[in-house]
C-alpha cells in the first residue's frame, strides 16, 4: 500500500468518527459531505507535514487549525457547537498523527 492510499485510508477512518454522530443528530447532507471531506483531506495533509514534534501533537495541531474555522462558522447558527467541533478536531487531529508517524512515517525511515 502506498503512502497515498495509507493516508487516505486514515483520513476515511477519522471521516468516519467524525461524520458519525453527525449522522445520528439529523445534520444535512452538505454538512456531513464538508466533515467527510475535512477529515479525508487531513489525512493526507498529516501524513505529509514534517514538524519536529511527536506524532500526536503535529497532528493536535494540524486538528485545531483546521477544525477552528470551521467551529466559527458553525457558530453562527449554533453557539455551542464551537466546543464538541475542536474537541473532535483536536482528538482525531492526534489520532491521525498518531498513526500516521507510527505506520508511514516511521516505515518510511526503515
Given at each position: 500500500m502506498t503512502k497515498l492510499q495509507k493516508a487516505l485510508l486514515f483520513g476515511c477512518t477519522a471521516a468516519i468518527i467524525d461524520v458519525t454522530p453527525m449522522l445520528v443528530m439529523g445534520l444535512g447532507w452538505l454538512e456531513n459531505a464538508s466533515a467527510f471531506l475535512h477529515w479525508m483531506g487531513?489525512?493526507?495533509?498529516?501524513?505529509?507535514?514534517?514538524?519536529?514534534?511527536p506524532g500526536w501533537v503535529t497532528g493536535a495541531?494540524?486538528?485545531?487549525?483546521?477544525?477552528?474555522?470551521?467551529?466559527?462558522?458553525?457558530?453562527?447558527?449554533?453557539?455551542?457547537?464551537?466546543?464538541?467541533?475542536?474537541?473532535?478536531?483536536?482528538?482525531?487531529?492526534a489520532g491521525l498523527g498518531h498513526l500516521t508517524r507510527k505506520f508511514i512515517t516511521e516505515k518510511e525511515s526503515s
Open positions: 487531513m489525512g493526507v495533509i498529516i501524513a505529509y507535514l514534517r514538524m519536529p514534534l495541531t494540524a486538528g485545531i487549525l483546521t477544525g477552528l474555522p470551521v467551529g466559527l462558522l458553525a457558530m453562527k447558527s449554533d453557539p455551542a457547537s464551537i466546543m464538541p467541533i475542536c474537541a473532535s478536531s483536536l482528538l482525531l487531529g
